[in-house]
């Protein structure tokens, strides 16, 4: 019986990325000991059925804590924004759960094992979101000499769900915390504090985002006792560009020493005009390689 298992969530149009994703899991030989499970939000029966031959359990999301109907109208793929905080209720057999969001793939398996190990007595692993070359952190609007408006993602989120001043004073410059990889035991507390939180950013805020959010409170305001792993274990493109080693073929950090990215996560895509990579795999950028040459190469996985 298979203990530890990844899971991850799609709707119809993003099933290519889902099925890449799983892909790249099973291209490692040490998968054969992890489960993948899917949630659907909105898959069709033919990429089911074609899933189904590649994973161990397929299960419908649920709105798991109630939503305005008007908030969500036609965006079953939301759920992902509730559903990843209750796992253990739709795969209850798994003691060890990691989350893949399915923008994301695998390139390196030590990523894996770290999220597994992370998890242990009962801590959240997950990676917060900077690492060496970012050049800004927050975000503000300068007023008038020092006085500015803050515009960090957890503050701006803050205010919009309405979670209290003091919260949001206490997150604005917290280093952000992405929940697309995220790994917790079954018997956690960290969900209960997790769907705590998430009840109170659902009521006021946007659905995209409130999970995030919810995590973000989870760790800095209630203390929730944390792993945090290197950031090429949830390594965002979108905001720093790998680079490129041909003798390996593999994606790594841009700077020294060049570890190679476990995790390539895609989130909020990369561009070519109006084409976002995530949907055309046509789309390719200028990568740098370590030997110093351009390449134009696809980010996603096999491509």
């Known amino acids: 019986m298979k203990k530890n298992v990844i899971v991850s969530l799609a709707d119809s149009n993003y099933f290519e990325l889902l099925n890449e994703l799983v892909d790249s899991i099973k291209s490692f030989e040490q998968s054969k000991d992890i489960a993948i499970c899917i949630l659907d939000a909105g898959l069709s029966e033919k990429q089911k059925n074609e899933l189904s031959k590649k994973v161990d359990e397929i299960k419908s999301a649920e709105w798991d804590i109630d939503v305005p109907a008007f908030k969500v109208k036609e ?5 992902s924004q509730v559903s990843r905080a209750f796992l253990p209720k739709y795969f209850p057999s798994y003691e060890k759960f990691l989350w ?16 597994f190990k992370a998890c242990e007595n009962g801590k959240l692993g997950i990676t917060q ?11 503000v609007k300068w007023i008038f000499g020092q006085l500015a408006i803050i515009k960090s993602q957890n503050f701006k989120h803050a205010i919009k769900s309405k979670i209290g001043i003091d919260k949001a004073r206490k997150l604005a410059f917290a280093p952000h915390i992405n929940i697309g990889v995220f790994s917790l035991e079954k018997n956690s507390v960290g969900w209960t504090t997790w769907q705590k939180n998430l009840e109170q950013t659902l ?3 946007n659905i995209f985002g409130s999970e995030q959010l919810a995590i973000n ?15 090429n274990c949830n390594w965002l493109v979108s905001n720093l560009l790998p680079k490129f080693n041909e003798k390996e073929k593999s994606f790594v950090e841009p700077y020294l020493p060049n570890h190679k990215l476990g995790i390539i996560h895609l989130a909020s895509g990369i561009w070519d005009g109006d084409k976002d990579m995530r949907l055309h795999r046509e789309v390719k950028i200028d990568i740098k390689t370590l030997e110093g040459k351009i390449l134009s190469k696809s980010l996603r996985f096999g491509h």
């Open 75 to 79: 965006k079953e793929w939301l759920k």
């Open 129 to 139: 979101t900077f690492t060496p070359g970012y050049k800004i952190m927050s975000k």
């Open 100 to 115: 893949i969001d399915c923008d994301a793939w695998v390139g390196d398996w030590n990523s894996i094992e770290l999220y």
């Open 217 to 231: 409170m989870s760790v800095y305001i209630d203390d929730l006792e944390t792993e945090f792993l290197p950031h």
């Open 203 to 205: 009521k006021a805020g």
